[in-house]
């Protein structure tokens, strides 16, 4: 099973 | 003031088309450079970086730069009464609350206005800028579309494994299991048609079917695709504008 990460997991907030 | 004429209705019309599906309203940030948009979906899985420079209209001016909040929904409806060849001018004032919309039909004597009222949009922006790259691809748009097509009637991930000579896409699912394989490919008679893959890093990523299924609405703004891949992070997918281009950002899934 695989969990479906979310792109604040890898960037930050500007 | 802001005044923006693209040669050809049908630009606008396909960028539009590639977003709206995604993200339902967004701000379109005008400078005197161009025009630039960064949108994430409400699952906040996919990110769409917009750029379309200056030098993609047929002619443009920003005086002062504009934040212009629109509704990708109703602005797709009002292009749609354009045709796609008209002139199609976009224009705003300082403070505006609306968007003019004109067309000119280049044949027959004819010019269309409209008016979007525009929103006030909260954005909160992300600094997708800094990326590495392990491994990047470039393959026909049309070609990926399909296998992103083909791959989700099998599973709802689509995992892309890229080494030095080949990438390949496989899905499996409760009814069976699929891959393609692609490798590079030179096409001196038809450039469109070459596939490169350059890879620093081997990858193996899985991403959702549903977000590539958004993604592949821009099909048909580029002849290709490029899709910029490293390990355990989210891959962006570009299909380039005469001058500039759509950017889509996808997480992708991790095992648990």
């Given at each position: 099973f695989k969990k479906q990460k979310t792109l604040s997991d890898f960037f930050p907030a500007k | 003031m802001l005044e923006g004429k693209f040669e050809e209705a049908s630009l606008l019309k396909k960028i539009v088309e590639a977003m709206k599906d995604c993200v339902s309203s967004c701000n379109f940030n005008c400078t005197e450079n161009g025009i630039s948009v960064q949108a994430?979906?409400?699952?906040?899985?996919?990110?769409?970086?917009?750029?379309?420079?200056?030098?993609?209209?047929?002619?443009?001016?920003?005086?002062?730069?504009?934040t212009l909040g629109i509704g990708l929904g109703s602005f797709s409806k009002i292009i749609g009464n354009g045709a796609n060849s008209d002139y199609l001018t976009?224009?705003?004032?300082?403070?505006?609350?609306t968007l003019g919309i004109i067309f000119?039909?280049?044949?027959?004597?004819k010019i269309s206005e409209y008016n979007l009222k525009l929103l006030d949009i909260d954005a909160d922006l992300l600094e997708v800028d800094a990326m590495e790259t392990d491994a990047t691809i470039t393959l026909?748009?049309?070609?990926?579309?399909?296998?992103?097509?083909?791959m989700k009637t099998l599973s709802e991930s689509l995992q892309i494994t890229v080494t030095k000579d080949s990438a390949k896409f496989q899905s499996a699912g409760e009814i069976?299991?699929?891959?393609?394989?692609i490798k590079p490919k030179t096409d001196i008679d038809h450039p469109e048609e070459s596939i490169t893959i350059s890879l620093d890093k081997p990858i193996d990523l899985s991403f959702?079917?549903?977000?590539?299924?958004?993604?592949?609405?821009?099909?048909?703004?580029?002849?290709?695709?490029?899709?910029k891949l490293t390990e355990d992070s989210p891959g962006v997918f570009e299909y380039k504008l005469p001058s500039g281009y759509l950017r889509f950002y996808l997480a992708p899934k991790f095992d648990e």
């Open positions: - | 994430v979906d409400n699952s906040r899985v996919l990110l769409i970086s917009l750029l379309i420079e200056k030098d993609t209209f047929e002619e443009y001016r920003c005086d002062r730069n504009i976009i224009q705003a004032e300082d403070d505006a609350d000119e039909d280049k044949v027959k004597d026909p748009s049309a070609d990926f579309a399909k296998i992103c097509k083909d069976g299991s699929g891959s393609v394989v959702g079917s549903k977000y590539l299924s958004d993604i592949i609405k821009a099909t048909s703004l580029s002849q290709k695709v490029t899709i």
